[in-house]
């Protein structure tokens, strides 16, 4: 079964990625674990993403269309990037998600992904 | 007739929960499988009747409610891919009758899995083990029954959706896990206490169902000395319960209860699981609580209140596992052995939300303030305590409390 981590990260975390103090640490916190996970071939997908800074909302209401700067939400916390993985039950994606750098310093969320739609019954 | 709905009425109260727990371990589906069990039954009055009841009733209510899942598989065309598979594992799943496995410590381990929320986890045991409905479990929560059948509705479809593990935590998670379990049992256990003199009566009887629970894991994990303390904590408390009224239906107080009128025979099956589980030496809040409650049931035996073996466990509670129970059980002991000073510290420490409005930290701050003298000022704690009762019999017990300080 595919489980989807949403991986989040506070500000604080964004900022050290470019900062060159702590830019080495950050990244290789975040290596070790998708290492582990690719050593374990858990991996189906996934990516990290830019900071919220760079994020857009799009929203079309009535057929106009409005556009915001910035996350949807504006949280302590914002998605910083996502892994699918494929293990056989919760209990071992929320082990794979307790691993992350972001599970203790934030937070990570973990969904099911919805197996492929089959064709609607005749 | 009446032998047949006898009989399925007996094997649904003796077999539902392991019965449940067999048709849901594969698929995860639990509320499949508790329609499959319901038209099971239906099934049964209708032929038992006629045809004679079968040498087992349990396995053929079994091989019923398996043929019932099996058929709602053949109609749901989404799945056709899998039915080959599924068939062929429910084909190898039907064993001998007499033997098939118990699955039910698997299915109480989903129940109270961390991924639940922990408000519906002792419901979700209660219909699941035990079969009680959602009208029942709602009154004994003070939930309106559509509300529960909602939450439990949802509770099931995580666990199917979501995949949670259908297995027996690995020994590294067990101590915690195995924890949640207990709590989540010993939350039935309190609402049934709370109830069982009260104005709400949805609750009476969920003491003896938390006893049913509390004595399968035991049966099912005869090495987990925590499991044992539980059910020994919940036997000393059942066998006072009638000895907390007299007989106008006046609340008496441990103290002063007649010990004739605890039930002997729970009293000394306590004494003997607490035993064994100390053979295991391994401590835990449980154990812990029922050893309060242990010496709380010497006092008639050897004629005084051990006040410093209870100061001791509670100190032991406190630093183990601390909650504002804890603490308060610890100050109320430590009034009544005359270490007010202490008991007072202790009560101002506590964090101000969570005292607020917690019943027995206003009794203890009365009493501890009545014993240092100041009447007035217990007897407010104690008017604050009356207006956080519900037992109107503890109310009444409370009032004479402030008389008598006042005096």
């Known amino acids: 079964m595919q489980y989807m981590l949403l991986l989040n990260e506070p500000e604080a975390e964004f900022a050290k990625r470019n900062d060159p103090d702590q830019a080495a640490a950050y990244w290789g916190g975040w290596n070790a674990f998708i290492g582990a996970m690719a050593q374990a071939g858990v991996i189906v997908k996934g990516d990290g993403l830019q900071g919220p800074h760079t994020a857009t909302t799009v929203r079309v209401r009535d057929g106009k269309r409005t556009v915001q700067d910035g996350p949807f939400a504006d949280t302590k916390e914002q998605l910083g990037g996502y892994f699918v993985i494929e293990v056989p039950d919760l209990d071992t994606a929320l082990e794979w998600a307790a691993r992350s750098p972001s599970a203790s310093y934030a937070s990570v969320e973990v969904r099911p992904v919805l197996p492929p739609m089959s064709p609607p019954a005749s | ?407």
């Open chain 2, 1 to 407: 007739m009446n032998s047949a709905r006898d009989t399925a009425e007996r094997v649904a109260r003796a077999s539902y929960g392991r019965l449940i727990a067999i048709l849901s371990a594969r698929s995860r589906d639990i509320a499949a499988a508790e329609d499959a069990l319901a038209e099971a039954f239906a099934s049964a009055l209708r032929s038992w009747p006629d045809s004679g009841l079968p040498t087992n009733p349990e396995s053929w209510l079994l091989t019923a409610a398996r043929n019932v899942m099996k058929n709602q598989l053949r109609h749901r065309s989404i799945v056709e891919a899998a039915i080959p598979e599924l068939l062929a594992h429910s084909e190898t799943m039907v064993e001998d009758g007499a033997t098939f496995p118990d699955e039910r410590l698997k299915l109480l381990f989903v129940c109270a899995h961390p991924a639940i929320d922990a408000g519906i986890r002792t419901p979700l045991m209660l219909q699941t083990i035990l079969g009680l409905d959602a009208v029942r479990i709602g009154s004994a929560f003070l939930v309106p029954p559509t509300t529960m059948g909602q939450r439990l509705t949802r509770a099931k479809a995580k666990i199917k959706d979501a995949r949670l593990r259908f297995e027996l935590p690995s020994a590294d998670d067990m101590p915690q896990r195995l924890s949640e379990v207990l709590e989540a049992i010993y939350a039935a256990y309190g609402i049934g206490w709370d109830a069982a003199y009260g104005v709400e009566a949805g609750g009476r009887g969920l003491t003896d169902e938390a006893i049913y629970l509390g004595r399968l894991v035991v049966s099912l994990m005869p090495n987990e000395p925590e499991a044992m303390g539980l059910l020994a904590l919940m036997l000393y408390c059942d066998a006072r319960r009638d000895a907390r009224r007299d007989e106008l239906g006046q609340f008496v107080p441990l103290d002063r209860q007649d010990a004739r009128q605890w039930k002997r025979d729970l009293i000394i099956e306590a004494e003997n699981l607490l035993t064994a589980a100390s053979r295991h030496a391994r401590f835990g809040r449980f154990q812990c609580e029922a050893a309060i409650q242990s010496v709380h049931a010497q006092r008639p035996i050897t004629g005084r209140k051990n006040y410093e073996a209870i100061i001791t466990l509670y100190r032991l509670l406190a630093q183990h596992r601390p909650s504002i129970g804890a603490t308060i059980g610890l100050a109320a002991v430590l009034v009544e052995a005359g270490q007010v000073k202490e008991a007072m510290s202790l009560l101002d420490e506590l964090a101000a939300d969570a005292k607020l409005t917690y019943q027995p930290y206003w009794v203890t701050r009365g009493k501890a303030l009545h014993a240092l003298g100041e009447i007035r000022t217990g007897n407010k704690a104690i008017q604050t305590a009356i207006g956080l009762t519900e037992d109107a019999p503890v109310r009444a017990f409370l009032r004479a409390l402030l008389s008598s300080g006042a005096g």
